[in-house]
């Protein structure tokens, strides 16, 4: 982690994965324009520390720090930096994720849920014991994930009230076998990877804010919009000032009222 120091006014301590670029990037940047020091990571050092660079050119309120979501490892590393250089976490936002447009077998799927719902999941973990009474969680999911894309079976065993974290790993892990053994259709599951991790990461956050009520720990899912991005593509209708807004509005919220929630725009989505 570079060594940049937080601003005397800061508001607070804010960490965004996969901050090198499209909607990490623009969160970053709303996010210090409300006040916060922002702490950028990504998998490349050069880009991520590029980006810093553009975003703060003085590097007053902003830091830079190499996270790979999918090694748990460089998690641990992260993890014991922030320890050293910081007092707490007052936001964290799980951006970083991939797609499997175009493509659907077992090695994609697998990419996919590790990416993009366990990379958030084991961030999460690792950084809980830096967050205290009104840190926020983000996981930047998307309607894609809505569990209208599973079958009738399926939904119910996701949407059940006494779905464990335990039992939401073992759907999510059954589902990479399917797509693995090519029984997915069978079963009931899309031939979509990345809906299938939007929508177990939904369910993740309704877990965690159980979890993490008591501790006064505001957790929600968030969908942009279909933003232009190098995964929205060019003719998506939002751009990244517009997608990032939605992010923004759940990183600071204060009511504890909300968490649990997956929303656009600051409105409430079906999940």
Partial sequence: MNKNKQHKNSKGIAIVTGANKGLGLETCRQLKESGMHVILTGRDEAKVKEAAGRLSPGGTGVSWAVLDVQDTASISRF???VLERWKGIDVLVNNAGVSDFGRFDGTAAERTIETNFFGPMHVTDALLPFMHEGSRIVMVS????QLSCLSGD??????SPGLTRDGLVDLMR????????????????????????????????????????????I?????????????????APLDVKAGAKSIVWAALLRDR???GGFSHDGKPMQW
Avoid at 154 to 159: A, I, K, T, V
């Fill in 79 to 81: 993890a014991g930096e």
């Fill in 257 to 259: 009222g909300r968490s």
């Fill in 219 to 235: 957790v929600n899912s968030v969908h942009p919009g279909w933003v232009r991005t190098d995964m929205g593509g060019q003719s």
């Fill in 142 to 145: 998307s309607a894609m994930g």
């Fill in 154 to 159: 399926l939904r119910r065993r996701f949407e």
């Fill in 174 to 217: 059954s589902f990479v076998r399917s797509a693995g053994d090519g029984t997915s259709a069978r079963n009931g599951w899309p031939s979509s990877a990345y809906s299938v991790s939007k929508a177990g990461l939904n369910m993740l956050t309704r877990i965690l804010a159980k979890e993490l009520s008591p501790k006064g720990i």
